[in-house]
C-alpha cells in the first residue's frame, strides 16, 4: 500500500506545487540550482533534476515524529498542571476562638494561682528559725570480737532492734510529742499565728492526735542505720523555741535510755536470782536425799565400807591359809584320832562359813547375815547417782553466784548512754520557708496540671 507524503507546511496543496513554475536552474524542492550539462551553455532548455522520492519521505516523517513526540509532551505537562492540587494562598494568622480558651486557662490555672502563692510567701507567711541536734547510743557492752566483725554483722543482719532504732521510732511517737508540749507548749506557740498564717500554723483547737501530725511538719528526724546516728531539726517561729524544743526532745531522750538501763538492770538482777534460788532449791534437794540414804542404810560412804568388808575378807582368807598350814603340820605328826587335829579342823570350817557370810552381804539383802537390806551394787549405784546430783547442783549453785554478781557489777554502772555530738543550735537568722524554692515547685506544678488538662482536653475534641 502506497502512502501519500503530507503536504508542505507552506499553506498551499501539493497540487499548487506541482503547478508552480521552477525558475531555471534551481532546485525545485529546496531551491538549489540545477545540473546543467557540463562544456558551456546549454543547447536546449534546461531540464530540472527530479529529487528522489524516498529521501523526501523519510525526511516528512521524522518531521512527523518529532512533532507527534512534541504535542504528546505537552499534553502530559497539561495533564499533570490539572491533576496537580491547586492551594490558595495563606491569609494573615489570627488569634482564634481555641487560642484565647488556651491564654484564658492558662492564666486561671497556671498565672493566678502562682501569683497567690507568691502573695502569700511573701506576705504573710511568717519567718521560720530552725534548730539542730545530734546524738547517738553508745553502749560498754562490746567486746573485742563484736568490734573485729561489726563490719560482717552488718551484712549478716540483726534479729533485735537496736537502741538507736529504738529511739528514732519513740522522737516520732505521740509520748515525745505530749512531754515536748508539757515543756515548751507547743500548742500556744504554733497557733498563736492563726488564722494569718494558716499554712505554716497551728488551728487553736487542735487535740493531741492533731498535734501529732504537726509534729512531723515542725520536726525533721535524719537516722543513719549503719552507724546508729540520729539528727533532729525543729522549726519555730522564734530561735528561743526552736532551741527549747531540741533541748526538751535531747533531754527526753536521755530519759528513755536510762529507762531502757533501768529496765535492763532489773532483768538483769531478777533473772540472776531467780536462777540462784533455783540452784539452791537444787542444792538442797540433792543433799537432802543423800542424808535420807546414808539416814536409810546406815552407811555413811559406802565405798569405804566395802573396803572395811575388804579387808575382813582378807584378813579371813589369811587366817584360813594359817590354819591349813598348822592343820597340815599337826596331822603329819598325830594320829588321825588326835583330839588337836579335830579342833584345828574345826577352827578352819569356822572360818570358811565366816568368809561365806561375808561374801553373800554383798549381794545378799538378808540382814540376818549382816547386810544392810540391800545389795551393795544397788546401794553404790544410788550412792554415785545422788553424789553427782549434789555435785551438779553445787556447780550449778556456783554458777548462780557468779552470774548474780556479774548482775550486780553491770547494774553498778550505767551501760547505755547518750552522747551528744551536736549541741542543740539557736539560729540567728531564719532560714524557712525557702519561698523561692516553694513558688518554683508551686509553678512547676500548676504548669504540669495546665499542661496535662490541655492535652486531655484536646485529645477528647479531636476524637469526638
Given amino acids: 500500500m502506497t502512502q501519500t507524503p503530507p503536504a508542505p507546511l507552506t499553506g498551499r496543496?501539493?497540487?499548487?506545487?506541482?503547478?508552480?513554475?521552477?525558475?531555471?536552474?534551481?532546485?525545485?524542492?529546496?531551491g538549489a540550482p540545477v545540473d546543467v550539462v557540463a562544456g558551456g551553455a546549454p543547447d536546449g532548455p534546461l531540464t530540472p533534476r527530479v529529487p528522489d522520492p524516498v529521501k523526501q519521505l523519510k525526511r516528512v516523517r521524522r518531521k512527523a515524529r518529532k512533532a507527534e513526540a512534541a504535542v504528546a509532551e505537552l499534553e502530559a505537562r497539561i495533564a499533570e498542571a490539572e491533576q496537580r492540587p491547586v492551594y490558595p494562598l495563606a491569609r494573615p494568622a489570627s488569634m482564634k476562638k481555641r487560642h484565647w480558651g488556651l491564654v484564658i486557662s492558662f492564666v486561671a490555672l497556671v498565672l493566678a494561682p502562682l501569683l497567690a502563692v507568691m502573695i502569700y510567701l511573701w506576705t504573710f507567711a511568717e519567718d521560720q528559725y530552725s534548730s539542730t541536734a545530734g546524738f547517738t547510743v553508745r553502749s560498754q557492752e562490746s567486746s573485742g570480737a563484736n568490734d573485729l566483725l561489726g563490719g560482717l554483722a552488718q551484712f549478716a543482719g540483726n534479729s533485735s532492734a537496736s537502741d538507736s532504732d529504738i529511739l528514732y521510732e519513740f522522737i516520732q511517737s505521740q509520748e515525745m510529742?505530749?512531754?515536748?508540749?508539757?515543756?515548751?507548749?507547743?500548742?500556744?506557740?504554733?497557733?498563736?499565728?492563726?488564722?494569718?498564717?494558716?499554712?505554716?500554723?497551728?488551728?487553736?483547737?487542735?487535740?493531741?492526735?492533731?498535734?501529732?501530725?504537726?509534729?512531723?511538719?515542725?520536726?525533721g528526724i535524719s537516722f543513719d542505720s549503719g552507724s546508729g546516728l540520729i539528727e533532729v531539726q525543729a522549726l519555730a517561729f522564734d530561735a528561743e523555741t526552736a532551741q527549747a524544743i531540741t533541748k526538751a526532745i535531747v533531754a527526753?531522750?536521755?530519759?528513755?535510755?536510762?529507762?531502757?538501763?533501768?529496765?535492763?538492770?532489773?532483768?538483769?538482777?531478777?533473772?540472776?536470782?531467780?536462777?540462784l534460788d533455783e540452784a539452791l532449791e537444787r542444792l538442797k534437794d540433792a543433799r537432802q536425799s543423800l542424808t535420807s540414804f546414808r539416814t536409810r542404810t546406815r552407811i555413811v560412804d559406802p565405798e569405804a565400807d566395802i573396803q572395811g568388808r575388804m579387808g575382813v575378807m582378807n584378813n579371813l582368807q589369811q587366817q584360813l591359809a594359817e590354819a591349813l598350814i598348822q592343820y597340815d603340820l599337826l596331822r603329819g605328826t598325830v594320829t588321825a584320832a588326835d583330839p588337836r587335829l579335830t579342833k584345828a579342823q574345826q577352827h578352819i570350817d569356822v572360818i570358811r562359813d565366816r568368809i561365806?557370810?561375808?561374801?553373800?552381804?554383798?549381794t545378799s539383802?538378808?540382814?540376818?547375815?549382816?547386810?544392810?537390806?540391800?545389795?551393795?551394787?544397788?546401794?553404790?549405784?544410788?550412792?554415785?547417782?545422788?553424789?553427782?546430783?549434789?555435785?551438779?547442783?553445787?556447780?550449778?549453785?556456783?554458777?548462780?553466784?557468779?552470774?548474780?554478781?556479774?548482775?550486780?557489777?553491770?547494774?553498778?554502772?550505767?551501760?547505755?548512754?547518750?552522747?551528744?555530738y551536736i549541741n542543740p543550735t539557736r539560729a540567728t537568722e531564719p532560714e524557712?520557708?525557702?519561698?523561692?524554692?516553694?513558688?518554683?515547685?508551686?509553678?512547676?506544678?500548676?504548669?504540669?496540671?495546665?499542661?496535662?488538662?490541655a492535652l486531655i482536653y484536646y485529645s477528647i475534641r479531636d476524637r469526638s
Avoid at 185 to 196: E, I, M, V
Avoid at 252 to 275: P, V
Fill in 356 to 362: 561365806n557370810i561375808e561374801r553373800q552381804t554383798f
Fill in 365 to 420: 539383802n538378808n540382814t540376818d547375815t549382816g547386810g544392810v537390806g540391800e545389795d551393795y551394787p544397788s546401794l553404790i549405784a544410788e550412792f554415785e547417782r545422788l553424789t553427782v546430783d549434789r555435785e551438779y547442783a553445787e556447780e550449778s549453785y556456783r554458777a548462780a553466784l557468779t552470774a548474780l554478781e556479774v548482775a550486780r557489777d553491770d547494774a553498778a554502772r550505767q551501760s547505755r548512754y547518750l552522747a551528744t
Fill in 13 to 30: 496543496s501539493a497540487s499548487e506545487e506541482t503547478a508552480t513554475p521552477t525558475p531555471a536552474g534551481t532546485d525545485p524542492e529546496g
Fill in 432 to 453: 524557712y520557708p525557702r519561698r523561692a524554692v516553694l513558688a518554683a515547685l508551686a509553678g512547676l506544678f500548676l504548669l504540669l496540671t495546665w499542661s496535662i488538662l
Fill in 177 to 219: 510529742v505530749a512531754a515536748v508540749d508539757a515543756a515548751v507548749d507547743l500548742q500556744g506557740h504554733y497557733s498563736a499565728l492563726w488564722p494569718r498564717d494558716w499554712a505554716f500554723a497551728l488551728w487553736p483547737e487542735a487535740s493531741l492526735e492533731d498535734l501529732t501530725w504537726y509534729w512531723q511538719r515542725i520536726v
Fill in 252 to 275: 527526753e531522750s536521755q530519759t528513755r535510755i536510762n529507762a531502757l538501763n533501768e529496765q535492763a538492770r532489773a532483768d538483769a538482777m531478777r533473772y540472776a536470782r531467780a536462777d
